[in-house]
């Protein structure tokens, strides 16, 4: 059974994740965010071999720490295409739009996908979704019953569309056609703020309700 270690980074509480299986010691990490020395911490503490390091999208909070988890774990980088030059330029990851955040600038990344990839780590199957509408590389990722959504849908609210690359159709087409069609149960593990499932999302997310009249 997968361990999920939720850890809240930087200047805006970005949820970074840790994945593990106790029984094998390997791990992935989800948006390693900004100021990440908790979870690295935690990483050698477990003495977790981990397996990669994936990025649900490039905005400057969820990279702020990925060059310090990637130099500490050795882990491939995994991001969506589109968004692979975001991790170099503060400009389009959005840190030179934000007095008193420090630009963020990142080597590119490991593995390039699209959408419709299936990972396998920690002998599961992840499920690689392309849910643009946040950012136009917006990834989402399933396994076991749970998505790792990134900013694409919080606990009563939806990803914001006013950064560069933001698209608010695309958003709510992405969280219509793919997120509330998986099953209620489902775990969501957003970028920010607690979980949630995607049924009690269906119940009471103002943003979601309407959609589904």
């Not at 390997?26 to 977790?48: A, C, H, M, Q, Y």
């Not at 994936?54 to 969506?80: M, Q, S």
């Not at 692979?84 to 080597?107: H, K």
């Amino acid at each position: 059974m997968l361990q999920v270690e939720t850890y809240s980074l930087g200047p805006v509480m970005t949820n970074a994740y840790l994945v593990y299986d106790e029984t094998t010691g390997k791990g992935i990490v989800f948006d390693p965010g900004s100021e990440p020395l908790e979870l690295i911490n935690r990483i050698e503490e477990r003495t977790l071999h981990v397996e990669a390091i994936i990025l649900t999208h490039a905005h400057f909070d969820h990279i702020g720490g990925l060059t310090e988890v990637r130099e500490r774990t050795k882990a491939p980088v995994y991001i969506h295409q589109e968004e692979n030059t975001w991790l170099s330029d503060p400009r389009l990851n959005g840190s030179a739009l934000f007095p008193g955040i420090s630009e963020v600038a990142c080597q590119p990344a490991d593995q390039l996908l699209q959408g419709g990839e299936r990972l396998h780590f920690l002998g599961k199957t992840f499920q690689v979704h392309h849910t643009p509408g946040h950012s136009p590389g917006s990834l989402s990722f399933t396994v076991d019953g749970m998505i790792f959504s990134g900013d694409v849908l919080f606990a009563g609210s939806i990803g914001r569309t006013d950064l560069p690359g933001g698209n608010y159709s695309r958003l709510m087409r992405s969280i219509h056609d793919t997120l509330m069609e998986l099953p209620e149960e489902t775990v969501v593990y957003p970028g920010h703020g607690p979980s949630t499932t995607i049924g009690r999302e269906q119940e009471t997310n103002p943003f979601v309700t309407g959609m589904l009249d």
